[in-house]
């Protein structure tokens, strides 16, 4: 009985020590086999953790930090909000830096113009610190010298370009202090020097322009509705002195109707220099799309149906029009 025990605990610690040597042999296997694995990236981030990067380029130098889970800009000092699906964005480009060659022959580094770089990108991950140096391109023009830690690589120049984030760039381009949900919105009003126009919403599928009623345009009408109530900044204005003689007269006044029975306010001016710029109540003037002008500026003729061809074509495309719309919503 004794001797069958001893081989049963004989058997168990030979069974324990081969499933170690196991375990072990297997881990060393994938530890080798990371280590083995061509690198393809200059480091790789866990973008959850995050919280903060740094830009220096030619002169910009920019930092984006997220607090209380709100990207903000810290430096320079300003009050911009801050567009934070762009702020994350760029996160993301930090994490797709993507090698294009691991330079090994340093017998030219001199020429990498890394010596005293005028272009630093850091980002940290948690508390991690991630630094690359950028130099001069590669002679073919198409990639960038970068040096991390004491390793050189050439990358890319799409990769780097991605970086170069400006402030107006990391600004949000919502013009007003909430975002217009285009489903809340029941009448668009464009008020100009010579006439109104008012664009209401009577159900999802339908529109009318003041008195067209079912002669409206139904394509015509939701895209000017859309557009009128969507606008969005696609620059920033820092000459308020001169928006405030612009505005003086604008060319035209747009007021967009909530179902709250709120509303918001914008006029908008067009320049000879061929540039469209709105005021919201805010006071503060951003440069738009000529599509906005365009929208606004219609008159009551160009929504009413017509018994053309081409017309006919785009009444039977209303279904499509409002699948637009839902995917607008969505």
């Known amino acids: 009985m004794n001797k069958n025990i001893r081989k049963i605990i004989i058997l168990l610690v030979v069974l324990i020590i081969i499933s170690f040597t196991a375990f072990f042999t297997t881990k060393y296997k994938k530890q080798q086999l990371i280590a083995n694995k061509p690198r393809t990236q ?3 981030l866990n973008e959850t953790n995050v919280n903060k990067y740094h830009l220096i380029y030619d002169n910009q130098d920019i930092t984006v930090e997220k607090k209380n889970n709100i990207w903000t800009i810290t430096s320079p000092d300003n009050n911009y909000k801050v567009d934070q699906m762009e702020a994350f964005a760029n996160v993301k480009n930090f994490n797709t830096l993507n090698i294009d060659l691991i330079i090994t022959n ?22 991690k610190e991630h630094k690359i140096y950028v130099g001069n391109k590669t002679p073919d023009g198409e990639r960038y010298y970068v040096k991390y830690n004491d390793e050189y690589f050439s990358v890319e120049y799409v990769y780097i370009e991605a970086l170069k984030k400006t402030i107006d760039m990391l600004r949000d381009k919502e013009i007003f202090e909430s975002p217009i949900i285009l489903d809340s919105v029941t009448t668009v009003e464009i008020a100009t020097k010579d006439y109104t126009n008012t664009i209401k919403k009577l159900n999802r599928t339908d529109w009318v322009v003041d008195d067209l009623g079912e002669q409206t345009d139904l394509d015509k009408a939701y895209r000017d509705f859309s557009v009128l109530a969507l606008v969005k900044a696609s620059a920033f204005v820092y000459d308020q002195e001169l928006m405030r003689q612009l505005f003086r007269i604008p060319d035209a ?24 710029y709105v005021r919201p109540k805010s006071g503060i003037v951003y ?19 017509s018994d053309s061809v081409e017309d006919s074509e785009e009444e039977l495309n209303s279904e499509e029009s409002l ?3 839902e995917g607008l919503e969505k």
């Not at 007021?255 to 469209?276: A, F, P």
């Not at 440069?287 to 149906?305: C, L, P, T």
Request: charged letters at 30%; a negative charge.
């Open 42 to 44: 200059i480091f790789e």
């Open 106 to 127: 340093l017998s030219e580094v001199s020429s990498f113009g890394l010596d005293n770089p005028t272009n630093e990108f850091t980002v940290w991950d948690g508390g």
């Open 253 to 276: 006044v747009i007021t967009i109707y909530m179902q709250d029975n709120t509303k918001e306010v914008y006029e908008l001016v067009y320049t000879v220099d061929d540039r469209i």
């Open 287 to 305: 440069e738009v799309d000529y599509s906005i002008y365009d929208a606004a500026m219609r008159s009551k003729d160009y929504y009413e149906k």
């Open 323 to 325: 699948k637009l719309y």
